[in-house]
């Protein structure tokens, strides 16, 4: 049975946070294929901050281009409206009807799960993965997820990633880039190249 492991994320920009996870989710849970999903552009006016999808996708291609088993798909940024992770699950179920489907999260997502639309229908549809991040553990996961935690946990159906923490995040790159503060140690080299020639998150 193929196995295909989905990574949504805004990636703005994508970070060797992210790739560290998603080589792991591929190594740990032997996935054929990671499929990197960017989030589409907010479709409420309020929030304008965000990097345009056109870039964001742009660098998710450049940073995942080593890795055979990564692929990016444009499937959250092409449909209109909120996008929400379940309808994305359907897409791919309808698509690869008999592949195991698992989805990656770091903890501090992880624990937001149950604020998810049709969350309690979507953790029977697919397997989850959850890398740790700093400062989010399991233990402080809130009561509305605490019965569905204890039995996946248990029947393998959420997978902790066993590879260490790795701690950098897109808004702290953000404000380093904004500072002319150095990034290379937390950003592919050509991720940094197509920041620096669109003049990403300058002030
Ligand atoms: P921001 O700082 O803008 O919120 P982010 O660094 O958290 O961004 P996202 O694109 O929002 O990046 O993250 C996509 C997914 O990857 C989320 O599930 C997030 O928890 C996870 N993730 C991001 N960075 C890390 C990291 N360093 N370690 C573990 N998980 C991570």
Same mark, same amino acid.
């Given at each position: 049975?193929?196995?295909?492991?989905?990574?949504g994320g805004?990636f703005?920009p994508?970070? #060797?946070g992210?790739?560290?996870?998603a080589?792991?989710?591929?190594?740990? =849970? /032997?996935? %054929?294929?990671?499929?990197?999903l960017?989030?589409?552009?907010p479709?409420h006016k309020?929030e304008?901050?965000?990097?345009?999808?056109?870039?964001?996708?742009?660098?998710?291609?450049?940073?995942?281009?080593?890795?055979?088993?990564f @692929?990016?798909?444009?499937? %959250?940024?092409? *449909?209109?409206? @909120?996008?929400?992770?379940f309808?994305?699950?359907?897409?791919?179920?309808?698509?690869?009807?008999s592949?195991? =489907?698992?989805? =990656?999260? /770091?903890? %501090?997502s992880? +624990? *937001?799960?149950?604020?998810w639309?049709k969350?309690?229908t979507?953790?029977?549809?697919?397997?989850?993965a959850?890398?740790?991040?700093?400062?989010?553990?399991l233990h402080?996961?809130p009561?509305?997820?605490h019965?569905? +935690?204890g039995?996946?946990?248990? #029947? /393998?159906?959420l997978?902790?990633?066993?590879?260490p923490l !790795?701690?950098?995040s897109?808004?702290?790159?953000r *404000?380093?880039?904004?500072r002319n503060?150095p990034?290379?140690?937390? =950003?592919d080299?050509?991720?940094? #190249?197509y920041i620096?020639?669109y003049?990403? !998150?300058?002030p």
């Open positions: 049975m193929k196995k295909i492991g989905l990574f805004t703005d994508i970070h #060797n992210h790739l560290h996870i080589r792991a989710f591929a190594d740990e =849970l /032997g996935l %054929d294929m990671v499929v990197f960017p989030a589409g552009d479709y309020e304008t901050t965000r990097t345009p999808a056109h870039h964001r996708l742009a660098m998710t291609e450049l940073a995942i281009s080593d890795d055979e088993r @692929a990016v798909s444009d499937c %959250d940024i092409v *449909r209109e409206g @909120a996008t929400y992770t309808d994305t699950v359907q897409i791919f179920r309808q698509q690869f009807p592949a195991q =489907l698992w989805w =990656l999260l /770091g903890s %501090d992880l +624990l *937001r799960l149950h604020t639309k969350w309690q979507l953790v029977k549809q697919i397997n989850i959850v890398a740790a991040r700093q400062g989010f553990s402080q996961a009561q509305e997820i019965a569905w +935690l039995e996946a946990l248990q #029947n /393998g159906r997978k902790p990633l066993q590879t !790795y701690d950098i897109s808004t702290e790159l *404000r380093r880039i904004g503060e990034v290379s140690d937390f =950003l080299r050509r991720v940094e #190249n620096r020639q003049k990403l !998150y300058k």
